[in-house]
């Protein structure tokens, strides 16, 4: 059985860099044909993707927070991680981490989230 | 960027009776080469994560009951909950995997009448 666990500061101070971790469980990172991503929602709104990756290092990212973001995988742990810089309090959201349906494309291969982590929420407070 | 708009926002649905949340997008997410839909749909209980029940728009996700029905092609879907339960109370969301960036739709929130 698949579980993902995001893990990391809960309260991060404005113009900071927020950082998590998710741990994956029950299957390798390496696994072949398989994208991870980061999805977020802020407080009683609706979700937004942000960005995924896949354990060669090919990444996909939103636009409007691709200057902010880097998402990273550490297969020797078994995790990949979520980084934004410069936060302010528009980025107050629980954070999960998920993992996308297998895909056997060549091409364009994010597809729907299969599996999700429990989520963790992250305050941007001074 | 392809806009995903749910309707409605929220519905009171009796014990029983049929729920349908529509999701509609501005260009179509259909992939000719393979006819397949790129749309899910997911359920979100307060306080939970999301929890996928519907991918390429109509093919049930394993475990998921069989009142949870996906319709539609193109740029026009919908969700049917065919007899609703206390326990579907949630929020329901569409999400495109056709193109970069996925963008989910607003949320349709479904209660009990």
């Known amino acids: 059985q698949l579980q993902l666990q995001e893990s990391g500061p809960g309260l991060v101070k404005p113009s900071e860099t927020l950082s998590l971790t998710c741990t994956v469980s029950?299957?390798?990172?390496?696994?072949?044909?398989?994208?991870w991503g980061w999805i977020r929602q802020p407080p009683g709104k609706g979700l937004e993707w942000i960005g995924s990756i896949y354990y060669g290092g090919s990444t996909h990212y939103i636009p409007s927070l691709k200057s902010r973001v880097t998402i990273s995988v550490d297969t020797s742990k078994n995790q990949f991680s979520l980084k934004v810089n410069s936060v302010t309090a528009a980025d107050t959201a629980v954070y999960y981490c998920a993992r996308h349906r297998w895909c056997s494309s060549s091409t364009f291969c994010l597809r729907d989230f299969q599996y999700w982590g429990q989520g963790t929420l992250v305050t941007v407070s001074s | 960027d392809i806009v995903m708009t749910q309707s409605p926002d929220s519905l009171a649905v009796s014990l029983g009776e049929r729920a349908t949340i529509n999701c509609k997008s501005n260009q179509s997410v259909l992939y000719s080469s393979n006819n397949a839909n790129y749309l899910a749909w997911y359920q979100q209980k307060p306080g939970q994560p999301p929890e996928l029940l519907i991918y390429w728009a109509s093919t049930r996700e394993s475990g998921v009951p069989d009142r949870f029905s996906g319709s539609g092609s193109g740029t026009d879907f919908t969700l049917t909950i065919s007899s609703l339960q206390a326990e579907d109370v949630a929020v329901y969301y569409c999400?495109?995997?056709?193109?970069?960036?996925?963008?989910f739709g607003g949320g349709t929130k479904v209660e009990i009448k």
């Open positions: 029950g299957d390798s990172i390496s696994s072949s044909n398989y994208y």
């Open positions: 999400q495109q995997y056709y193109s970069s960036p996925l963008t």
